[in-house]
């Protein structure tokens, strides 16, 4: 009998790792191949990509121009250089920017008013003072 016969099918050496795996003359050729195939349909997709972008931002700029509005690095960029300007020349941090109707002195006097109808008679004269 054959050597192969009496470990099995020839298929079960290769299997268990018993036998080298025949290499393939055109392996390295083949895996080049792959390999570049990948690169460029990693080109396509970037180069569609690149190409889409860029029309949504020449959408973006028509709808800027419509309606006048800055992009939005430049318009962080001004803000950013509104708020060093006013801190210029001043040795402490600059200040926080408080949004409009924090803090105003007229509403504090209506908030005061309002909370002066609850409290009883007394009370008031006190505060008042």
Known sequence: MNSNSDRGP???GKML??????E????????EERQEALRQQEEERKAKYAKMEA???????????KYGLKKREEAEAEAAAAVEEAAEGSLTRPKKLVPAGCGDEE???SIMDTVMKY????????LKK
């Open 10 to 12: 020839p298929d079960v």
């Open 17 to 22: 790792g018993g036998e080298e795996k025949e």
């Open 24 to 31: 393939d003359p055109d392996a390295d050729k083949k895996e």
């Open 55 to 65: 029309e949504r931002e020449s959408m973006r700029q028509g709808i800027r121009d």
């Open 107 to 109: 509403e504090e006097e």
């Open 119 to 126: 409290l009883p008679g007394p009370l008031q004269d006190m």
